[in-house]
C-alpha cells in the first residue's frame, strides 16, 4: 500500500528543505547572472577574475561564513583564429576548434587527412602511412543518460594527439566528442606526452567529421588546409573559492560540495560548470535559511581551472591536506543542469544505515540506488588519495554532451525544470549527510 503523504524524514528540517526550494528559480537566476554579469571565464582572463569576485559576493548574500579564495596555478593558453577548409575531394568549408593546450600552425598546414578509427588502430598504423599527413581520429559517442561514453571519447581527444605526433603526423584531428548534429565542435584538453613532437591537434563539428568520414569510407583521397594560430602561454594563477555553512556539535566535520567555476572560452559556460556552481550556492544558500543550522560543517568550494590541469582540485588537496581527515563526504555537481536519478555510495557503505536514510530522503525525488561505487568528479579526485568518501548524485546527461564545451553552451540552453530538480536533490542530500547520526568513511579516518 502507498502512503499519499510524503513520510515525514527522521532528519529535522528536512521537509521544510525541500518545501524551500520546491519551485525556485534560485540556481537558475545564479547562472544567468553568472552568464550575463561575467561571461567566459577562462583561467587568468578578466572574466576569471570576474567570476571570483562575483562567486564571492554571491556566497556572501547566501548567508554564508568565512568566505575567502585560495590560490590555485592555471595553465594557460590562447585560442586565436582557427579555420579549416577541405581541398579535396571538393572545396567545403570545415567547422573545427582547436583542442585546448594545443600549438598552433604556424602558417597554414596543406595536407593528405587519413583516417583511423581508434587509438589501437593508429598504434598499430605504419609510419610511412602517418608520417606528413593530418591523422583524423573517427569516434563516435554514444547518447546516453548516465553520459557513459563521454570518457572513452575523451581518451581519444587526450592522447591521440602525441599518438600521431609519435608517428610524425602534420596534425590530428578528432570528431567532436559529443552528440549533437549542429555545426559547433566541442573543444576540450589534449595531453602531450613529455618528449614526443607536439602536433596541433582540432576538433571537427560533428557534420563536418561525418562527412569526411563518409568521402574516406567511399574510397576517395581527402586534402584539407589547416590554420591554428592557438598557442600555449606560461602557467598563471587563479583562485579556488570556498565558504562555509557552521556547524554545530559536530562542526569540525565537513561535507563538502564542489564544482567549477571556470570555463571553456567558446560559450558563456552555462551548463559547464556554470550550472554546477549555481546548484552548489543555491543549496547552501536555503540551508542557510532554515531556522537552524545543521550538526555538521558544510563547506561549498567553487574550483578554478578544472578544464585544462585541474589546477584547483590539486591546489586544494594540497593545502587542506591536513583536515583530509575531518572530511566525511565529498560531493560534486559538474553534470550540467541535469535532473539526478541516482544516488552512488562508497563501496561498501551500501547497505549500512547512512545510505538507507539517504535514499529514502532521496527516493521521493525520484533517485535509484545505483549499484555501483561513488566516484566523484574531477575537481574532487584528488581528495580520494587522501581517503575522502565521495557521494554521487547521477544526474541526467542525455542532452548535456549537445552543448559541452562549444559555443552553444549558452543560458538559453539550461532547464529551469531540471536545475530547479538539481538543486533540490543535491541540498537534500548535503543536508542529511549533514545532520546524520551516522557518517560514512570512519574507516578510512
Ligand atoms: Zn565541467
Redesign the pocket.
Known amino acids: 500500500m502507498s502512503n499519499p503523504a510524503a513520510p515525514h524524514s527522521p532528519i529535522r528540517h528536512l521537509d521544510a528543505l525541500l518545501a524551500s526550494l520546491r519551485g525556485s528559480e534560485g540556481a537558475l537566476s545564479l547562472v544567468r547572472s553568472l552568464c550575463d554579469d561575467v561571461g567566459p571565464r577562462y583561467p587568468c582572463t578578466p572574466g576569471d577574475v570576474a567570476a571570483v569576485a562575483w562567486a564571492k559576493e554571491r556566497l556572501r548574500e547566501a548567508g554564508l561564513a568565512n568566505v575567502r579564495s585560495e590560490v590555485a596555478p592555471a595553465q594557460l593558453w590562447e585560442r586565436g583564429a582557427e579555420s579549416c577548409e577541405l581541398l579535396l575531394p571538393r572545396r567545403q568549408p570545415v567547422v573545427l576548434t582547436a583542442l585546448g593546450g594545443s600549438v598552433g600552425t604556424t602558417g597554414a598546414i596543406e595536407a593528405e587527412v587519413i583516417e583511423l578509427g581508434s587509438l589501437e588502430e593508429l598504434e598499430a598504423a605504419p609510419q610511412e602511412r602517418v608520417a606528413g599527413r593530418i591523422v583524423y581520429l573517427h569516434h563516435v559517442m554514444p547518447r546516453r543518460r548516465d553520459g557513459t561514453g563521454y570518457n572513452a571519447g575523451s581518451l581519444v581527444r587526450t592522447r591521440g594527439p602525441s599518438l600521431a605526433g609519435k608517428k610524425g603526423a602534420a596534425a590530428c584531428l578528432v570528431r567532436s566528442v559529443g552528440t549533437d548534429s549542429m555545426r559547433a565542435a566541442h573543444t576540450g584538453a589534449l595531453f602531450y606526452e613529455p618528449g614526443v613532437a607536439q602536433i596541433p591537434s582540432a576538433a571537427l563539428s560533428i557534420p563536418d567529421a561525418d562527412t569526411l568520414h563518409r568521402h574516406l569510407a567511399a574510397g576517395r583521397t581527402a586534402h584539407a588546409r589547416l590554420v591554428l594560430e592557438c598557442k600555449p602561454l606560461p602557467v598563471g594563477e587563479s583562485a579556488n573559492v570556498l565558504a562555509e555553512l557552521p556547524g554545530t556539535d559536530k562542526a569540525d566535520e565537513i561535507v563538502l560540495v564542489g564544482a567549477?567555476l571556470d570555463s571553456w572560452d567558446l560559450g558563456t559556460g552555462a551548463l559547464?560548470?556554470g550550472a554546477g556552481c549555481a546548484i552548489a550556492v543555491a543549496a547552501l544558500r536555503a540551508m542557510a535559511a532554515l531556522p537552524a543550522r545543521p550538526r555538521r560543517t558544510v563547506r561549498v568550494v567553487l574550483f578554478a581551472n578544472?578544464e585544462l590541469g585541474i589546477g584547483g582540485g590539486l591546489a586544494y588537496a594540497r593545502a587542506h591536506a591536513d583536515e583530509a581527515a575531518r572530511h566525511v563526504a565529498a560531493m560534486e555537481a559538474?553534470q550540467g543542469d541535469g535532473a539526478p536519478w541516482a544516488l552512488r555510495v562508497p563501496e561498501g557503505a551500501r547497505d549500512g544505515a547512512l545510505t538507507r536514510l539517504l535514499h529514502e530522503s532521496l527516493a521521493p525525488l525520484g533517485l535509484e540506488l545505483d549499484a555501483g561505487p561513488s566516484r566523484g568528479g574531477v575537481d574532487i579526485s584528488p581528495l580520494r588519495q587522501l581517503g575522502v568518501p565521495f557521494v554521487d548524485l547521477r544526474q541526467d546527461a542525455t542532452r548535456y554532451f549537445d552543448f559541452h564545451h562549444t559555443v552553444n553552451d549558452v543560458f538559453d540552453n539550461v532547464s529551469p525544470v531540471d536545475i530547479a530538480a538539481a538543486t533540490t536533490c543535491f541540498a537534500a542530500a548535503l543536508w542529511v549527510l549533514a545532520n546524520a547520526d551516522e557518517r560514512y568513511g570512519e574507516a578510512a579516518c
Open positions: 567549477h559547464d560548470d578544472e559538474d
